[in-house]
């Protein structure tokens, strides 16, 4: 039987799902009105080339999605290769975004998460970002650092919603700390949930720009299996 590709793996079915829209739905209050801001911080490590093209295409929804609420702007940040970690200009539109990710290809290295972290705290420090994303496969730093630095960034409010790719352990336990320290939301996926994976990817666009009664609210616009994700949320 050939496995549809816009289906979750085993491991994020509905229930890690839900758990999933439940802790955004926890996350710190965000104020409404004006853009939202959100970090879009991805590993551009070797391991992760075969699904750096698919991550280029999902990410115009994040901006659609938030366009009757204010809009978005995004940052992009990535690392790769030896000690490269960089991050681009403020980004208002999908192809801007698009533009800059077809820019970058991967290239051999070890994750620099920590780097990513810091900079998301100097950058709420200049003006309030409403939430970082993470995607990723691996972690080959010191836990308790990135854990120390996950807990800042949620004393300032900005939670950490972490999109890991593959099945690696380590990775998973560091990550799920990181994300609840922050007061963030953590999901594994893999290539064939590229579907579900671009709408929880605007899910959180819509937390950042107008808080959990507009991430309800784009449910029951979206309809469908999203009104079915966001079914919790209501009231």
């Not at 702007?73 to 200009?89: D, H, M, N, P, T």
């Not at 539109?93 to 100097?122: K, N």
């Not at 959180?204 to 609210?217: D, M, P, S, T």
Request: hydrophobic share 45%.
């Amino acid at each position: 039987m050939v496995a549809d590709k816009n289906q979750l793996p085993a491991q994020s079915g509905s229930v890690e799902i839900a758990d999933f829209l439940e802790k955004v739905k926890q996350a710190p209050k965000q104020p409404t009105g004006g853009r939202g801001r959100l970090i879009f911080a991805l590993d551009a490590t070797a391991s992760r080339e075969p699904t750096w093209d698919r991550a280029c295409h999902i990410q115009g929804e994040m901006f659609e999605a938030t366009a009757s609420l204010g809009g978005l702007e995004i940052q992009l940040v990535f690392y790769r290769g030896f000690a490269e970690c960089k991050a681009s200009r403020w980004m208002m539109t999908a192809d801007e975004l698009h533009r800059v990710m077809r820019q970058v290809y991967c290239v051999g290295g070890e994750t620099q998460i920590e780097r990513v972290l810091s900079h998301a705290i100097r950058e709420t420090g200049k003006r309030r970002v409403n939430a970082l994303v993470f995607v990723g496969d691996a972690m080959e730093e010191k836990v308790d650092r990135l854990c120390r630095l996950a807990g800042e960034l949620g004393l300032l409010g900005v939670p950490i919603f972490v999109f890991h790719e593959g099945g690696d352990r380590n990775a998973a336990a560091a990550f799920k700390q990181m994300a609840s320290l922050s007061h963030g939301a953590y999901l594994s996926f893999d290539l064939a949930s590229a579907g579900r994976l671009r709408e929880l990817l605007a899910a959180v666009a819509v937390y950042a720009a107008g808080g959990c009664r507009a991430l309800a609210a784009y449910g029951e616009q979206k309809g469908g299996e999203v009104l079915q994700l966001t079914a919790q949320l209501k009231g």
